[in-house]
């Protein structure tokens, strides 16, 4: 089964050693998707909603890169700094999946790589 993998150019790519997407066959798999702005900073510092819908901007310019679509998600995983902003968090998930939800998970984590970032998702997509 070949593997394409798909990179965004981003500083941490060739520094970490990962690419952001890879499909194998059916299946993308979507690396951790911080909300890094254009600019490479923090997109939105301290707004929980602003950095999830950031997030899913990225997943889903990744995935038409690699002729999918959000409708395609059948996982994703939040990792959150605070648990208590689960609510904005959440509806940002609910306005990019709400129409074919998939499985997920809220995970508290004690910080992610820049302080200012507030969250940071996972996604895979099953590709008919």
């Not at 941490?12 to 979507?30: D, S």
């Not at 990792?79 to 940002?92: C, K, L, N, P």
Request: overall charge negative; glycine content about 8%.
């Amino acid at each position: 089964m070949p593997l394409h993998r798909h990179f965004t150019q981003t500083e941490w790519e060739p520094k970490v050693g990962y690419c952001r997407a890879l499909r194998a066959g059916q299946i993308i798999y979507l690396s951790g998707t911080a909300p890094i702005g254009d600019d490479g900073q923090t997109f939105a510092p301290n707004d929980a909603y602003a950095q999830a819908c950031r997030c899913f901007d990225i997943i889903k310019k990744t995935l038409i890169a690699m002729d999918s679509g959000l409708h395609q998600v059948v996982r994703t995983r939040m990792y959150v700094t605070d648990i208590s902003q689960w609510e904005a968090f959440g509806r940002a998930h609910q306005e990019y999946f709400g129409e074919h939800p998939p499985v997920t998970s809220m995970i508290e984590v004690k910080g992610l790589i820049n302080s200012d970032m507030l969250i940071e998702v996972e996604a895979e997509a099953f590709v008919a």
